[in-house]
């Protein structure tokens, strides 16, 4: 059973920094891309950063620059160093990953960015 439990989020102030991490079992991380996403309030989930089972990683244009997605195979964990952060930055963000056309979730971990 795949799961995906992300943390990290929380409070921070623009031009801050905060790093999230999704923490997976029952799946080898290394062997599939990892996704972050994150939704906005009263927004549809949208794609933030990607990284393929070679290392590959893809940003959206939103944070590339900003925000760096990277993994841990030891930990088999997925983080998402944010930088720079913006008050639209704000959002739940999940991590996600697919096996065999299934989307897996997690919880997801708020981040709120505001003075």
């Known amino acids: 059973q795949v799961q995906l439990v992300e943390s990290g989020g929380g409070l921070v102030q623009p031009g801050g920094s905060l790093r999230l991490s999704c923490a997976a079992s029952g799946i080898t991380i290394s062997w599939y891309s990892m996704s972050w996403y994150r939704q906005a309030p009263g927004k549809e989930r949208e794609l933030g950063a990607t990284i393929t089972s070679t290392g590959r990683t893809n940003y959206a244009d939103s944070v590339k620059g900003r925000f760096t997605i990277s993994r841990d195979n030891a930990k088999n964990t997925v983080y998402l160093q944010m930088n720079s952060l913006k008050p639209e930055d704000t959002g739940v963000y999940y991590c996600?990953?697919?096996?065999?056309?299934?989307?897996?979730w997690g919880q997801g971990t708020p981040v709120t960015v505001s003075s």
């Open positions: 996600n990953t697919q096996l065999s056309r299934i989307n897996y």
